[in-house]
């Protein structure tokens, strides 16, 4: 069969009519007839083309240990927030973006600890509770929490100035399913810029910036893990998050407290500010089969 415009869809979906994984051919099978379709309808030219492979080539070039270029293209073009909420649990707390930042294992930490190891700014407190969708309290859920400084600035953006691990803490929910950290209220902050994906933003007229927000996974046997985070209310961008991100039901008031006695409690001094963020996780299909 001659490769035409006209004949190219079906000569390369049939090249895949012996993919033995289902799943798979019916991805590629998908991927290339959506392809095709952008393809003939923005009919590119060679040199626009070559343009697009040369920008994907950069971005796979920005990605190290600490940045992940293409979790930040997926994230700016929406497709993360997409891909969360089609897989989004209905009867738990919604799910958001993992981001870009997610790249070192957060350290063990015990419940109160702080997590702010630059010990600046006013203490913030997060305290919630873990329960199942029908209310119970969840004991010994892994809450993996990660933040920006004050300042809007992750621990491996700034390895000169933040310690390894600032921002970042691994919790477990005690026996009745609360956990309680200390902190400083994270800054909203510019997504990186200085790769291929800043160089989009500024070609299409879109601002980088995140509004201030605090990252969390929680995960338990028998129940599905969510990925999401804590917005502070207020925030600038609040409404025009750079990654989709935002969800009403995820905005948060990050309030002053002058309660001498939660103050001690919590292991600071008045005033501080307080957050509560309760989480819900829904029960996994498998445990309900």
Same mark, same amino acid.
């Given at each position: 069969m001659d490769f035409t415009v006209e004949t190219a869809t079906a000569a390369v979906v049939e090249s895949f009519k012996n993919t033995e994984d289902p799943r798979l051919r019916q991805v590629l099978e998908s991927l290339t007839r959506h392809l095709h379709d952008f393809v003939r309808d923005i009919e590119p030219t060679m040199q626009e083309w070559e343009a697009a492979i040369d920008f994907l080539t950069a971005v796979g070039q920005k990605c190290d240990d600490t940045r992940q270029e293409f979790v930040l293209l997926s994230d700016v073009l929406g497709v993360s927030m997409l891909v969360e909420t089609l897989n989004g649990a209905e009867h738990g707390t919604e799910s958001t973006v993992l981001g870009p930042f997610h790249m070192t294992v957060s350290p063990r930490r015990e419940l109160g600890d702080s997590i702010d190891l630059l010990s600046t700014g006013r203490p913030c407190v997060i305290s919630g509770r873990v329960t199942s969708a029908d209310g119970t309290p969840l004991p010994g859920v892994e809450l993996d929490v990660w933040q920006c400084s004050e300042d809007g600035f992750y621990d491996v953006q700034q390895p000169d100035v933040q310690p390894p691990g600032n921002g970042r803490g691994l919790f477990r929910t005690d026996d009745e399913g609360r956990f309680w950290f200390r902190s400083v209220v994270p800054s909203h902050y510019p997504i990186p810029t200085d790769g291929?994906?800043?160089?989009?933003?500024?070609?299409?007229?879109?601002h980088p910036f995140r509004p201030a927000h605090v990252h969390f996974i929680a995960s338990a !046997?028998?129940?599905?893990?969510?990925?999401?985070?804590?917005?502070?209310?207020? +925030?600038?961008?609040?409404? +025009? !998050?750079?990654?989709?991100?935002?969800k009403r039901g995820l905005i948060t008031d990050f309030t002053e407290s002058h309660d001498t006695q939660d103050a001690d409690r919590f292991g600071v001094t008045a005033p501080f500010t307080h957050a509560t963020f309760d989480i819900v996780l829904a029960t996994a299909p498998e445990a309900t089969s």
């Open positions: 291929p994906v800043g160089r989009l933003l500024e070609a299409t007229g879109r !046997d028998g129940h599905q893990p969510v990925t999401t985070h804590v917005f502070v209310a207020g +925030s600038p961008y609040i409404e +025009s !998050d750079a990654v989709f991100a935002v």
